[in-house]
């Protein structure tokens, strides 16, 4: 616990320390911070589900699956997270022409834009200028959600359904191609294509 006001990451972790080496999924967690975190400031804490990510990505829990994390006093090592250096972000706006790499779009249509790393830190990526790319923020939010395979799938899918709607059929069979290579290696078979 941190010395003065008490933080969403205390109570977060207040809870893991009562729960060592247990599978925790995130709702009981949120319950716990929530109920904690009113008791002590009379308002409800934010993304508590966010912090929760963060602890992880620092190295003090372990994600078990998808929403069910573990407290392993063993295991658990912090690491700083470190965020692309302000020169290397330049760079990497400047090499993607200051718009997003999915969708084209950025300051100048008044989307914000992001530094992602390519590859996360936590799973050995580094701050350097080939590991990032720009993303809009509705993408970094959609790469963060889901898998780089499942994002991938979904941002096709949506191409196809724009190509539909506008009667590109060069563009649907493009993305039926991709879509049929996704069936092929049985890969996020959860996701159901439009076009089956």
Same mark, same amino acid.
């Given at each position: 616990m941190s010395r003065g006001r008490v933080t969403i990451s205390?109570?977060?972790?207040?809870?893991?320390?009562?729960?060592?080496?247990?599978?925790?999924?995130?709702?009981?967690?949120?319950?716990?911070?929530?109920?904690?975190?009113?008791?002590?400031?009379?308002?409800?804490?934010?993304?508590?589900? +966010?912090?929760?990510?963060?602890?992880?990505q620092q190295g003090l829990l372990i994600k078990v699956k998808k929403?069910?994390? +573990?407290?392993?006093?063993?295991?658990?090592? =912090?690491?700083?997270?470190?965020?692309?250096?302000?020169?290397?972000?330049?760079?990497?706006?400047?090499?993607?022409? =200051?718009?997003?790499?999915?969708?084209?779009?950025? +300051?100048?249509?008044g989307v914000e834009i992001h530094a992602d790393h390519k590859v996360?830190?936590?799973?050995?990526?580094?701050?350097?200028?080939?590991?990032?790319?720009t993303l809009c923020s509705e993408h970094n939010y959609l790469k963060k959600t889901y898998s780089q395979t499942e994002f991938g799938k979904r941002f096709i899918i949506r191409l196809y359904e724009e190509a539909k709607v506008k009667g590109d059929k060069r563009m649907e069979k493009f993305c039926k191609e991709i879509l049929d290579v996704y069936d092929k290696y049985k890969i996020n078979h959860h996701i159901k294509r439009p076009d089956k």
């Open positions: 205390d109570l977060i972790m207040e809870y893991f320390f009562k729960h060592p080496k247990e599978d925790l999924p995130h709702g009981p967690v949120v319950d716990y911070v929530e109920e904690k975190y009113k008791e002590l400031y009379k308002k409800k804490p934010r993304d508590t589900w +966010r912090q929760i990510r963060k602890l992880y929403g069910v994390y +573990r407290y392993d006093p063993d295991l658990a090592q =912090y690491r700083e997270l470190h965020e692309f250096p302000s020169d290397v972000k330049e760079q990497i706006f400047k090499r993607d022409n =200051y718009r997003c790499v999915v969708c084209g779009r950025g +300051r100048e249509d996360p830190i936590q799973n050995g990526g580094t701050n350097t200028v080939d590991n990032g790319q």
